[in-house]
């Protein structure tokens, strides 16, 4: 039985739709539905058992036959202002995680982030070992908890001590895609924007305060949720070398770029109004994030990246546009 954590959240309810349709059903479901109606992101979906997140603890100590553990249960939030709730759920719950897969000798696939590189300065090299880690500086609480713990992985591999058989911290890049409606304010550019066209608004991005970038020139590796679950089926298939690896396309585009591809998948003339930066995010702000690919390639995946524009024209096309909420 394959144990996945986060199956309701978005990534987690792609990749369990991606399993089904692969013909894996024998799964245990890790999460808290809530009320914000993430249940929704399971209709459909097939599972052998739920398990409430306070419940895992014992779940896991009760001698289920697992077969490998997905970890996607986090705090993904990069405002987060909680140190103490990060830490217990990034850092503390992952490396229980972890524990239990060395002890078991179960193969172990976790989410690591893009937010862990932080400006950029050091590049997006998904090397895993100390010293390259140690170089990384996050700008933010959420990227800071999920570096730690990358560190601590590196230190125990380093150090020879116990660790799952095959393991691989995947580096999510900015992913967008269905079965996000959950989200709040962490919501993608992408659903925003179109919710923003839709109401008559423009769409409002940040201006730069920098001088060497143009308003809207900001720039991610925005990748499609159908990207990143294809990696993550490849790495469970368990020939890939254990690591860190990127999940991205392997190209930056700007965040102008994406409003005028939602514009062009609405059919609508582009209206783009810049906004200040917050003061919040002055100093903790990416600029600039591109995935390094070279490992993963290197390693044998050789699946082709949605690109931006066919990307987006389908999410909001077959998801988004309209009042009613459609989910994968």
């Known amino acids: 039985m394959l144990l996945l954590t986060g199956a309701a959240g978005f990534i987690g309810s792609n990749l369990l739709a991606d ?15 809530g009320s914000e109606g993430k249940w ?13 997140i306070a419940e895992l603890p014992a779940w896991l100590e009760s001698g289920k036959p697992v077969s490998g553990v997905v ?3 986090a705090n993904s939030s990069t405002t987060a ?58 700008l933010n609480l959420y990227g800071w908890s999920k570096h730690v713990f990358d560190r601590r992985i590196a230190r125990t591999i380093e150090r020879g001590e116990a660790a799952p058989p095959r393991w691989y911290g995947v580096k999510f890049f900015n992913v967008y895609g269905p079965n996000e409606h959950h989200k709040a304010h962490m919501r993608s550019p992408v659903y925003n924007i ?8 423009p769409a409002r991005l940040f201006a730069s305060d920098r001088p060497d970038i143009p308003d809207g020139g900001q720039s991610r590796d ?4 159908n990207d990143v679950c294809a990696i993550m ?31 062009a998948a609405l059919g609508v003339a582009p209206n783009i109004e810049f906004i200040p930066m917050p003061d919040q995010l002055k100093g903790r702000y990416q600029y600039w994030t591109e995935a390094d690919l070279g490992k ?25 546009a309209g009042d009613a909420l459609r989910f994968r």
């Open 71 to 73: 970890h996607l249960g």
């Open 194 to 201: 179109t919710k923003a066209i839709e109401s008559g608004a």
């Open 40 to 52: 929704l992101n399971l209709r459909g979906r097939e599972f052998a058992e739920f398990i409430p």
């Open 222 to 225: 925005f990748v499609h949720v």
């Open 233 to 263: 089926l490849w790495l469970l298939r368990g020939t890939a070398p254990s690591g860190l690896y990127n999940a991205g396309t392997g190209g930056a585009r700007s965040f102008a770029d994406m409003a005028r591809a939602v514009y």
């Open 81 to 138: 202002t909680d140190g103490d709730e990060i830490m217990r759920l990034n850092f503390n719950a992952s490396l229980s995680l972890w524990n239990f897969c060395a002890r078991r000798r179960i193969p172990f696939v976790y989410a690591s982030s893009a937010a862990t590189y932080g400006d950029g300065a050091q590049g997006f090299l998904d090397a895993d070992d100390s010293d390259h880690l140690a170089k990384l500086t996050p």
């Open 296 to 320: 993963l390639r290197g390693a044998g995946y050789n699946g082709a990246p949605t690109s931006l524009e066919d990307g987006v024209r389908d999410y909001v096309v077959s998801y988004l």
């Open 19 to 33: 399993l089904n349709e692969n013909g894996v059903t024998n799964i245990a479901i890790c999460d808290d539905l």
